[in-house]
Antibody, heavy 128, light 109 residues
Framework: QVQLQQWGAGLLKPSETLSLTCAVYGGSFSGYYWSWIRQPPGKGLEWIGEINHSGSTNYNPSLKSRVTISVDTSKNQFSLKLSSVTAADTAVYYC??????????????????????WGKGTTVTVSS | SSELTQDPAVSVALGQTVRITCQGDSLRSYYASWYQQKPGQAPVLVIYGKNNRPSGIPDRFSGSSSGNTASLTITGAQAEDEADYYCNSRDSSGNHPLVFGGGTKLTVL
């Protein structure tokens, strides 16, 4: 059974860089997308970005200028860095495993994507 | 469009059927996935693809799609189904970033 274990600093000051790591246990690292998602207090889920096993990344356009996601396949780990944090970046941060594909429906391609394994979340607070 | 729209709140009587919807242009070519989140917990995948349930998800959960709207249906809602529900898919434009709906708070009466 695949498990994601995440860790990182929970308290930051404004302008510092958030750094989190997620380790994958019990399953393959290749063939999947590895995402970071966050949830501000009392609000909904926001996708931050993703990386695949070969290091190709895709970021939320609204955060792209501050986000870097990297992968260490030798350790089955991927990491998130978010620079120049402010109080608005206070949230629970989750890592997750994503899977995608396509099926043919009445002669057209229909695509699917889902995240089937999630980390437990890391609370990050930005405060001076 | 990079938005998925959900009703903020829905209620259902115990044992009755409820449908939670998600609207967005990307849903014309992407199936939505659905996540259940209870307070203080990580989201849990409940429906993916055309209408697939991960192992351990009760068969009272089902999914469907028509045009730009995806639906999550709970047939015979139980007290433990009270939670926030989020839809998710890729945006159909640009680099296909992922997007979440704003979430629907389900109350079981």
């Amino acid at each position: 059974q695949v498990q994601l274990q995440q860790w990182g600093a929970g308290l930051l000051k404004p302008s510092e860089t958030l750094s989190l790591t997620c380790a994958v246990y019990g399953g393959s690292f290749s063939g999947y997308y590895w995402s970071w998602i966050r949830q501000p207090p009392g609000k909904g889920l926001e996708w931050i970005g993703e990386i695949n096993h070969s290091g190709s990344t895709n970021y939320n356009p609204s955060l792209k200028s501050r986000v870097t996601i990297s992968v260490d396949t030798s350790k089955n780990q991927f990491s998130l860095k978010l620079s120049s944090v402010t109080a608005a970046d206070t949230a629970v941060y989750y890592c997750a495993r994503g899977r995608s594909g396509r099926v043919v429906v009445t002669a057209f391609y229909y695509y699917y994507y889902y995240m089937d394994v999630w980390g437990k979340g890391t609370t990050v607070t930005v405060s001076s | 469009s990079s938005e998925l729209t959900q009703d903020p709140a829905v209620s259902v009587a115990l044992g009755q059927t409820v449908r939670i919807t998600c609207q967005g242009d990307s849903l014309r070519s992407y199936y939505a996935s659905w996540y259940q989140q209870k307070p203080g917990q990580a989201p849990v995948l409940v429906i993916y693809g055309k209408n697939n349930r991960p192992s351990g998800i009760p068969d009272r959960f089902s999914g469907s799609s028509s045009g730009n709207t995806a639906s999550l249906t709970i047939t015979g809602a139980q007290a433990e189904d009270e939670a926030d529900y989020y839809c998710n898919s890729r945006d159909s434009s640009g680099n296909h970033p992922l997007v979440f709906g704003g979430g629907t708070k389900l109350t079981v009466l």
